[in-house]
């Protein structure tokens, strides 16, 4: 594949710029924070603007906060400022990588997601009927990922340096002592060199991306024709539960490359399957318990704090587990 050259100018058009900021005012909750950035827009935008063009970017301070559900995630929050600029360098981005990617990497992508690997699901095990499946995990795959290898990878894609400077400065940003001191403080295992921020629009798309040549390596070495990943969780689907041992072998080899390890998530299933928070059976398909118990508690809480969020929420959970069905 040809590398990519001449995009850095895309990040300074204004209006790219402004139609960036409008998408990210539409689905940000802290309205504080749009009230601040607006109360002096023109000028705002037009920082944006300089600080690109001149190429003299470099990655604010995060906001850090700890998450605990699903688990324990450590997340860096952005000021407006340094999240539009993230956005315009994650739509180029992912414009880049897209066509290289295989249509059953799931996440993030447009007009894919858990709905699409949940039909993709569906879709195998139909045509499959009687099969086993490998369940494979990463351990703390964004924390694992290796800043150099990623590096590498990119610039086998990308050959415009004005803009690899700018993603490779927002792939460091995480190497600075204040997060890796707050991530000690919280047993996070992040060290200088690895791990992406989690938060970042970059950083999920990096993350489709950084097992791209494993998702090939699967489909096109292995011949494993079902495959589904979402993030770090990838399923193979096969009659041959041998051939999927020999699979993983070979998947542990290659993850070497990449500094990864699997977890003890890594599971084999025969005509069932958890994934995307189900479980999925030959005919059926269930929620899983510790999804379900989420949903009440989120649906609880926008009950009595935001009445009309809980009207949207609930409408919206009912369309789409109706969807799910066989």
Do not use: W
């Not at 060199?193 to 390596?217: A, E, K, M, R």
Request: a positive charge.
């Amino acid at each position: 594949m040809k590398r990519v050259n001449n995009i850095y100018s895309n990040l300074y058009d204004l209006n790219n710029i402004i139609n960036v900021y409008n998408k990210i005012k539409c689905n940000t909750k802290n309205k504080y924070k749009i009230e601040q950035f607006e109360d002096y827009f023109c000028i705002n935008i037009v920082n944006i603007y300089n600080v690109l063009k001149e190429n003299k970017y470099e990655v604010g301070k995060y906001n850090l906060f700890i998450i605990y559900e699903p688990k324990q995630r450590l997340i860096l929050n952005q000021d407006l400022f340094n999240k539009v600029i993230n956005h315009l360098v994650g739509n180029e981005l992912i414009n880049i990588l897209d066509k290289s990617l295989i249509d059953s990497n799931v996440a993030v992508r447009k007009n894919k997601g858990t709905s699409y690997g949940i039909k993709l699901v569906k879709k195998y095990i139909r045509k499959l009927n009687n099969y086993y499946c490998l369940k494979i995990d990463i351990k703390k795959y964004f924390y694992s990922i290796n800043h150099n290898i990623l590096k590498d990878l990119l610039n086998k894609k990308i050959k415009d340096k004005l803009f690899l400077d700018v993603l490779f400065k927002i792939i460091d940003s995480s190497d600075e002592d204040y997060i890796l001191d707050y991530a000690k403080k919280y047993n996070i295992s992040l060290k200088k060199g690895y791990g992406l921020p989690i938060g970042n629009l970059t950083s999920q798309i990096l993350g489709i991306f950084y097992l791209n040549d494993l998702d090939h390596y699967i489909k096109e070495k292995l011949k494993i024709k079902y495959y589904i990943r979402y993030m770090d969780d990838m399923v193979l689907f096969h009659k041959d539960k041998n051939y999927l041992k020999y699979c993983l072998n070979k998947i542990i080899v290659y993850l070497r490359k990449y500094d990864l390890q699997l977890n003890n998530k890594t599971i084999f299933f025969k005509n069932s399957l958890c994934f995307l928070g189900y479980r999925f059976y030959d005919k059926k398909i269930k929620i899983l318990s510790k999804n379900k118990r989420r949903i009440y508690k989120k649906l609880r809480l926008l009950k009595y704090h935001d009445y009309n969020k809980y009207i949207k929420s609930l409408n919206s959970y009912y369309g789409y587990f109706k969807i799910q069905r066989y």
